[in-house]
């Protein structure tokens, strides 16, 4: 079975060649299904080695670009295998690589696939967990797999890990250990669980020094939440204060002194009045010196612009690097025909990689027919993936939510089989069905997608 990881490719099979999508190739990394193509009992079909080979690399490594933002993809492998002749090798694979796993990305995938398995009724996943749990130290600040063994084992499990948790306490009070709501996943309620604790922490000292800290930790939180709603109420007084120690005359002096920070100028900017922006510009109308420059542009990065200036379009050309990014990053939040030529240019450029992929921001408000042809060839001479697909994809797909024109289909088409990130293949897929041109098949795979929301999305279309 030949995989590429860009483009197309295929697979042989009896003979014949079946071609699949990128998304067949990259999928089982990033998105799309192996049942995609194949059904759900991919891993009976003959070809099962090599889909099983694929498959098993994405359980034993989080495939996603960021968990965090995208939720954990997890339960959907899960279920590729689960119910399979593959499952053995499956559970034999995860089981073994289970204690070597680390308080990382891949390490919580891998956890988190053992507690699903686990919950099932497998023995050998659930021993594999809680032998994992058992044998740390926990004196350390976090108990890895915590939520996953009390998602298993309920209440029992959450005593005894706040009785360890507890006897460290006492050892040592100033000790930083596990929070409470981090022992614990939705499988169990957080008020029944500190009723619980409380119950035993009247028979237990250990349980009874881990609820007094979880209750200091409230006390703690609650004075910083009132103390963080203070400073929100306060913020009016504090801009007044920043305004009166940075006049404009100040940031104009600034401007030139080398110690001084694009934050003043930010700041500053997001809080003049039209009158000193002007004072601004008229500076930067004459300034020569590259950091000088720099900085007072910076000073429009959040200002309320009316207008395009000749100088701070001429300064998108300057040599220096730094120069021609703050200028270009003020641009982008005009609309003008200038803009738009940049635009071009820049993205049209043979040197366009996703080391400059913001530039395709530059359309978002100034996108014009025709454009699209431009911006697509610059994608394709892209070789490209992993967070490099992201960089650009992320633009693009802004692009394509920002300007909603039908003609960015095949924008949002290189989105969805390059990124590898679901929440911009699915606003790829919704800006394709809101155009009505979203391919039959992209639209069958889509069912089988990474994504939740995706899933959800084409099923209840259907």
Known sequence: MSIAYNGRTHVERSGATHSIDQTFARGLCHSAAPRTRFGRDA?????????????????????????????????????????????????????????????????????????????????????????????????????????????????????????????????????????????????????????????????????????????????????????????????????????????VDTILAAASCKSSHHDQFQKFGSLACQEDLERVLERLRIESDPDACEKLLVVFYRAELTHLDDRICELASHSAPGVRAAAAMVMRRLADPRVRELARRRVGDAAFSSKSAWDLELFDLNYGPGDETLILAALDRQSVDGIEAYGLAYYAVQLCTEARSPALAGVALWVYHTCPCTICRRLAVEMLLEWDCLPAHIAAECRYDASDQLRALMHARS
């Open 43 to 247: 891993l009976a079909r003959p070809w099962h080695g090599h889909v099983e080979d694929l498959v098993l690399a994405a359980c034993l490594a989080d495939q996603c670009l960021d968990s965090q933002c995208e939720g954990s993809r997890a339960p959907w492998m899960y279920s590729l295998f689960k119910g399979t002749p593959a499952y053995p090798r499956f559970v034999h694979a995860i089981v073994a690589a289970l204690p070597h796993s680390l308080r990382d990305s891949d390490g919580d995938h891998l956890r988190t696939l053992a507690g699903l398995m686990a919950r099932d009724g497998d023995a050998q996943a659930a021993d594999a967990l809680r032998s994992f749990v058992w044998s740390q130290d926990f004196s350390a600040s976090g108990i890895v797999g915590a939520a996953e063994l009390t998602a298993l084992d309920g209440m029992p499990a959450v005593v005894e890990m706040a009785r360890r948790l507890g006897t460290v306490i006492q050892q040592d009070p100033e000790a930083s250990v596990h929070l409470l709501g981090n022992l614990i996943d939705d499988s169990l309620s957080f008020e029944t669980v500190v009723a619980e604790l409380k119950w035993v922490a009247a028979g237990n000292a250990a349980v009874a020094a881990y609820i007094a800290n979880k209750d200091n930790g409230d006390a703690i939180y609650a004075r910083w939440d009132y103390s963080h709603s203070a400073r929100q109420a306060g913020a009016w007084k504090r801009h007044q204060r920043f305004m009166d120690r940075n006049p």
